[in-house]
């Protein structure tokens, strides 16, 4: 599986497992909507500015994002490491901001408690069948 494979692959899932690592040391994984936008190795996520994850990131730009898809036989999955970045300059939470997202952030798109997660990918392992290929990205 090439890079753009890996993304295509991505794009098509509606879960992914985001990874951080807490002030001990642990890493801490919670499920989140599909990205809101792919574009080459970046890969866009709203959240809460309040959230856990975000001041994790904020102490630790480290994380890693997992998606995968279960089939009857076959099961595929996208593991990519990489750094988080927490945007909350308003360009970027506009760019990302969908009408339904009023339900979670009562003050809309300038709420202070919106932000967005920007990951950029290093590497990515894919697995199938058994087997693993490591992508650098």
Same mark, same amino acid.
């Given at each position: 599986? #090439?890079?753009? &494979?890996?993304?295509?692959?991505?794009?098509?899932?509606? @879960?992914?497992?985001?990874?951080?690592? #807490?002030? &001990?040391?642990?890493?801490?994984?919670?499920?989140?909507?599909?990205?809101?936008?792919?574009?080459? *190795?970046? !890969?866009?996520?709203? $959240?809460?500015?309040?959230?856990?994850?975000?001041?994790?990131?904020?102490? *630790?730009?480290?994380?890693?994002?997992?998606?995968?898809?279960?089939?009857?036989?076959? +099961?595929? /999955?996208?593991?990519? @490491?990489?750094? !988080? &970045?927490?945007?909350?300059?308003?360009?970027?939470?506009? %760019?990302?901001? %969908?009408?339904?997202?009023?339900?979670? +952030?009562?003050? /809309?798109? $300038?709420?202070?408690?919106?932000?967005?997660?920007?990951? $950029?990918?290093? $590497?990515?392992?894919?697995?199938?069948?058994?087997?693993?290929? %490591?992508?650098?990205?």
């Amino acid at each position: 599986m #090439d890079k753009t &494979q890996i993304f295509q692959f991505i794009a098509e899932q509606k @879960t992914a497992f985001l990874a951080s690592v #807490d002030g &001990q040391g642990y890493p801490v994984i919670r499920a989140m909507l599909a990205p809101r936008i792919i574009e080459g *190795n970046e !890969i866009y996520f709203s $959240t809460n500015t309040s959230s856990n994850k975000v001041k994790q990131y904020l102490a *630790n730009s480290r994380a890693c994002v997992y998606f995968y898809k279960r089939g009857k036989i076959k +099961y595929q /999955g996208v593991s990519i @490491t990489g750094e !988080i &970045q927490v945007c909350t300059d308003q360009a970027t939470k506009d %760019r990302l901001w %969908r009408f339904g997202d009023k339900l979670f +952030y009562k003050n /809309g798109v $300038t709420d202070p408690d919106y932000c967005v997660l920007k990951f $950029t990918g290093v $590497t990515a392992e894919y697995y199938c069948d058994f087997k693993i290929e %490591r992508i650098d990205l």
